[in-house]
């Protein structure tokens, strides 16, 4: 099992940003693909962004306010959350899966094998 650890989350007010991380520390040299989503209580897990191959997928909901990005050197997955809003507020999950993923299948929640506690954002207006 490959442990993920998300950290970073926290409270800002509409308009402001957040930095969440997640550590994916017993990761192999096998290539894999890395994404974040997202998900209040009572509703389903949705897909937020990922990034395979140095591709960077998002959703419609978030595309233009947020940039995932990877950190190799590290084993770190980012995600700078801009010009957030109310309905940004949830739960936070990292998620990765061996190997690539392309468009699609990046979006889907079931392709990931490994998967963070996840880390609250809450957005206040």
């Known amino acids: 099992q490959v442990p993920l650890i998300e950290s970073g989350g926290g409270s800002v007010q509409a308009g402001g940003s957040l930095r969440i991380s997640c550590g994916t520390s017993?990761?192999?040299?096998?290539?894999?693909?890395l994404a974040w989503f997202r998900q209040d209580p009572g509703k389903d897990r949705e897909f937020v962004a990922a990034i395979s191959r140095n591709i960077s997928y998002y959703s419609n909901a978030v595309k233009g306010r947020f940039t995932i990005s990877k950190d190799n050197t590290r084993n770190t997955v980012l995600l700078q959350l801009d010009s957030l809003k109310p309905e940004d507020t949830a739960t936070y999950y990292c998620?990765?899966?061996?190997?690539?993923?392309?468009?699609?299948?990046?979006?889907?929640?079931?392709?990931?094998?490994?998967w963070g506690q996840g880390t609250q954002v809450t957005v206040s207006s």
């Open positions: 998620a990765a899966v061996d190997g690539y993923c392309v468009a699609v299948s990046c979006r889907d929640r079931r392709l990931y094998r490994y």
């Open positions: 017993g990761r192999t040299s096998r290539p894999y693909s």
